[in-house]
C-alpha cells in the first residue's frame, strides 16, 4: 500500500494561521494512484498536528511500500524528520517527496539519504509510473529515466524534466473521500452558504511576476479542466458532500473567456444550486463575462492587487495598471460581484511613499476584503535571487527568507501591516460597506 501525508508545520509559525484547507494536490495524486489499483491512505498531518510517534505508529501498522510526503520551502525540516523517523520505523519502505519546494530544489531533499525519490511538477502521472516501477522491482536504471523524477544514480542527481499533463480531464477527481472532511474550514466570509469546498481547475501561468514561483510546479502554459469535467465534480460535490459554495483556487479562472462562459451557461442549466468565487486578475474582466459569471452565482472575486505604487508594480512585472485596477472594480461593483483583494509590503526598494500609495489606493478601491500580506521570498520567484544576493533579509529559516528593504525592517512591516488594516476598517467608506452587506448590529458586534 500507500501512505501519502504532508507534515506538520514549524511550532509557532506564522503559516499555521491560514485557512484550513484540504489538501487538494496529494488528493490528486491519491485518486490517480487508486485509479491504477494502488491501496492509499492519507495522513494530513499539517492539519491533525500528530507527533513523530504517531507517524512511527501509522507506518508499523500500514507497513507501507511508498510513503509520499508533500514538502514546501516552510515545512522542509519537518519534511527531512518526517522521512528519517519512518526509514527508522521501516527501511524497507521508499520515501518519495514532491511539492513546491521539490519542484525547485531537488539537489535538498536527494542530499539526505532517507529520501529516495523527488517528484519534481505535477505528480498525478509521475507519481504512478514510479510507484508501477517500485512495487515491480524494477532497476534504479530504468526509473532514473521516468519524466518527472529526480534520484540518486551512479553517484549523481539524475533530474529529469516532466512534462504538463495536456488532458487535465483524464485526472480522477481529487480522493476527498480519503481526508478527513469534517477538520476543514467548510465556511468563508466572501458567500452566505455553507459548507464551500474548493475546487483547482486551471494549472500553469503564462505571466512573469516577480514574486510569484507557480510556473516552476505548474509551467507557462495555461491548461484548464474542461467546463463540463468542471460542472460534473461539482455536481459529486453536492452529492456526495452537501456543498453549497465553490472557491475555485487558482490564479487565472477567466484567462479563457469562451471556457469561462461556457462553463457558466453549463452550470446554469445543469441546476446545481451552487455560489462560488474564484481568483483573478483585472485585465481578464469584461462586463458581459462579468454577467455571465453573475448570474451563473459567482459572487465574490479575488484580485491580486499588489501595490498602489506605479514604480512598485513595475518591478513587480504585474503587467497591469493602477487604472485598470480602478476600472474593473469600478465594473464589478456595477454588475454586483463582490471583491476580495490582496496586497503585498516589503517589496525590495520600496520606500515609505510607496507603502503610503498603497495604503492609499486601498481605502479607494474599498473592497469588500482585503488582506495585506508580507512579502516572503520563497525559491523559485525571480526576486528571490535578488533578496538573497543583496541581504535584503532579517532571517533566512531554511530556504524562506523574512524580508526587509532599506527603510523598514521585517517588525516594522508587521507593524504597518496591522496599522493598514485599522486604518482600512476604520475609514467611514468601508464601515458603510460593511453596515449595507452585513447588517448594522452585526457591524457593531464585531468592534465592540
Not at 491519491?30 to 491504477?36: I, W
Not at 519534481?120 to 514510479?130: C, I, K, P, S, T
Not at 512534462?163 to 476543514?184: G, K, N, V, W
Not at 476600472?327 to 456595477?334: G, I, P, S
Amino acid at each position: 500500500m500507500i501512505l501519502l501525508m504532508t507534515t506538520a508545520p514549524p511550532k509557532d509559525s506564522p503559516w499555521i494561521f491560514g485557512r484550513k484547507l484540504p489538501p487538494l494536490g496529494l488528493a490528486y495524486v491519491a485518486a490517480s494512484l487508486e485509479n491504477a489499483g494502488f491501496r492509499v491512505e492519507i495522513i494530513d498531518n499539517y492539519m491533525l498536528k500528530k507527533t513523530v510517534d504517531y507517524v512511527k505508529s501509522e507506518v508499523r501498522r500500514l507497513e507501507p511500500e511508498i510513503v509520499g510526503i508533500t514538502c514546501g520551502s516552510v515545512t522542509y525540516q519537518q519534511c527531512i524528520q518526517t522521512a528519517k523517523a519512518i526509514k527508522e520505523t521501516l527501511p524497507s519502505c521508499k520515501i518519495v517527496v514532491g511539492g513546491w519546494h521539490p519542484s525547485y530544489m531537488p539537489e535538498t531533499m536527494l542530499q539526505h539519504s532517507e529520501i529516495d525519490y523527488v517528484i519534481m511538477g505535477e505528480g498525478e502521472r509521475a507519481v504512478v509510473e514510479l510507484a508501477n516501477s517500485i512495487t515491480k522491482g524494477a532497476d534504479i536504471s530504468t526509473i532514473a529515466k521516468i519524466a518527472g523524477v529526480a534520484c540518486r544514480y551512479n553517484g549523481k542527481i539524475v533530474k529529469n524534466s516532466s512534462s504538463p499533463i495536456t488532458e487535465l480531464d483524464d485526472i480522477p477527481f481529487p480522493a476527498r473521500h480519503l481526508l478527513p472532511m469534517d477538520i476543514y474550514l467548510r465556511k468563508m466570509e466572501f458567500l452566505t452558504v455553507n459548507p464551500v469546498d474548493t475546487m483547482n481547475v486551471i494549472r500553469g501561468c503564462p505571466y512573469n511576476c516577480a514574486f510569484c514561483d507557480t510556473k516552476g510546479l505548474w509551467g507557462y502554459k495555461c491548461r484548464s479542466f474542461s467546463p463540463s469535467r468542471i460542472v460534473e465534480e461539482i455536481d459529486h460535490l453536492v452529492n456526495n458532500y452537501g456543498t453549497r459554495g465553490i472557491y475555485f483556487i487558482g490564479d487565472n479562472f477567466t484567462i479563457n473567456k469562451k471556457k469561462t462562459t461556457e462553463f457558466c451557461d453549463l452550470l446554469k442549466r445543469s441546476g446545481l444550486d451552487v455560489e462560488w468565487i474564484c481568483d483573478t486578475r483585472v485585465d481578464l474582466i469584461s462586463r458581459d463575462l462579468l454577467r455571465e459569471m453573475r448570474n451563473a452565482g459567482c459572487r465574490t472575486i479575488w484580485f491580486g492587487v499588489e501595490s498602489g505604487s506605479p514604480h512598485i508594480l513595475k518591478k513587480l512585472n504585474k503587467g497591469v495598471s493602477i487604472e485598470q485596477t480602478i476600472k474593473t472594480f469600478k465594473l464589478c461593483r456595477e454588475e454586483e460581484i463582490q471583491i476580495s483583494c490582496s496586497m503585498m509590503l516589503g517589496i525590495p526598494g520600496e520606500t515609505a511613499d510607496d507603502l503610503k500609495a498603497t495604503s492609499n489606493l486601498a481605502k479607494k478601491l474599498n473592497p469588500d476584503w482585503i488582506h495585506f500580506n508580507i512579502f516572503v521570498a520563497y525559491p523559485g520567484s525571480s526576486l528571490y535571487s535578488e533578496v538573497l544576493k543583496n541581504g535584503l533579509y532579517d532571517r533566512l529559516e531554511d530556504f524562506v527568507a523574512y524580508v526587509k528593504t532599506n527603510q523598514f525592517d521585517y517588525e516594522m512591516l508587521l507593524k504597518l501591516q496591522r496599522k493598514f488594516l485599522r486604518d482600512f476598517h476604520r475609514s467611514p467608506r468601508s464601515i458603510l460597506r460593511k453596515i449595507r452587506r452585513d447588517g448594522f448590529l452585526t457591524v457593531l458586534r464585531r468592534n465592540m
